[in-house]
């Protein structure tokens, strides 16, 4: 990993607001252009308390594990583009080199993928000329600003879900048999991360008992279950400072292993400064896959 000096962070996280009107009605948001009038979300956020973020260069190599934490950082000299949307998904392009670098991390920890599906990927960008939420079409989530709030992409129910609507007629032989993460790998483009990094809680310290669920709308016909999770103490936060090009988060949305104790891992991105301060605004690559494990391994 780059050689950086350490660095923690005292800072505020955004949480949703736990407001009465969640009891009734669930906190959603529609991802797609619906009625005019109608609402495209009923989110309120509000700042947490002061929180310490924890460097993860802090700790020696290895330290953080999949079924220890519920994320790792890995190193890579990513050689395809990442850049520009035309080349990502060609063949040989950054989805196929980052499912080779997937399958190699997953052997490190002894886990075997047999088979992994790339769900969708995104750009973001905090520069504010460009920061603005675009429809949502197919695979491809185009030109969102980052999430500055915590969140994990699905509850368990919607996890369920999303493998079912990803593996139809074969899921139930595959969950009898198989081990299935949901998994979000993430990384910067471009530059370093000055500000607006993201942060991953410890798997094993979710609060689960303030965890809120919610919904969004993808499309007419698809509606995923998310969870928003609140400030605790039990809570412990991770970062990366100056996170470059060649540093993946690779991180668990979802395990289906009961026995594991990280089986999800909040997260959301925050800033340590004003954002006007900002000279380099953060540009990342995010992308999001389904990866069936042998469980005999």
């Not at 905090?126 to 709030?149: C, M, Q, W």
Request: glycine letters at 6%; charged letters at 30%.
């Amino acid at each position: 990993m780059t050689q950086v000096q350490p660095e923690d962070v005292e800072c505020s996280l955004r949480y949703l607001k736990p407001l009465d009107i969640y009891k009734h009605i669930r906190p959603y948001g529609i991802g797609y252009k619906a009625d005019e009038k109608f609402p495209t979300n009923n989110l309120v956020f509000q700042d947490g308390p002061k929180e310490t973020i924890r460097d993860v260069r802090a700790f020696p190599p290895g330290h953080f594990w999949l079924d220890r934490q519920g994320f790792s950082v890995l190193k890579h000299d990513f050689k395809a583009d990442q850049a520009e949307e035309s080349s990502i998904e060609k063949p040989g392009g950054y989805l196929d080199e980052l499912r080779e670098t997937i399958h190699e991390e997953l052997a490190r920890q002894g886990l075997k993928a047999e088979e992994i599906k790339i769900l969708n990927w995104v750009h973001r960008t905090a520069r504010e000329t460009d920061s603005f939420n675009h429809p949502i079409t197919g695979n491809h989530i185009k030109g969102l600003a980052p999430d500055v709030y915590i969140h994990n992409d699905c509850d368990f129910a919607g996890a369920e879900k999303r493998i079912r609507a990803t593996f139809g007629d074969k899921t139930d032989e595959i969950l009898a048999s198989k081990r299935v993460l949901i998994m979000g790998l993430w990384k910067p483009i471009n530059h370093p991360v000055e500000d607006c990094n993201l942060t991953i809680c410890d798997g094993t310290t979710v609060d689960h008992d303030i965890c809120i669920h919610g919904d969004f709308y993808i499309h007419p016909e698809y509606t995923a279950h998310t969870l928003f999770p609140g400030p605790s103490e039990k809570q412990q936060w991770y970062y990366v400072s100056n996170q470059d090009v060649d540093e993946l988060l690779f991180f668990k949305l979802h395990d289906t292993d009961e026995t594991c104790k990280a089986r999800f891992t909040p997260h959301g991105a925050f800033w340590r400064k004003d954002p006007a301060e900002c000279k380099v605004p953060r540009e990342s690559i995010e992308v999001r896959a389904i990866i069936v494990l042998d469980k005999r391994v």
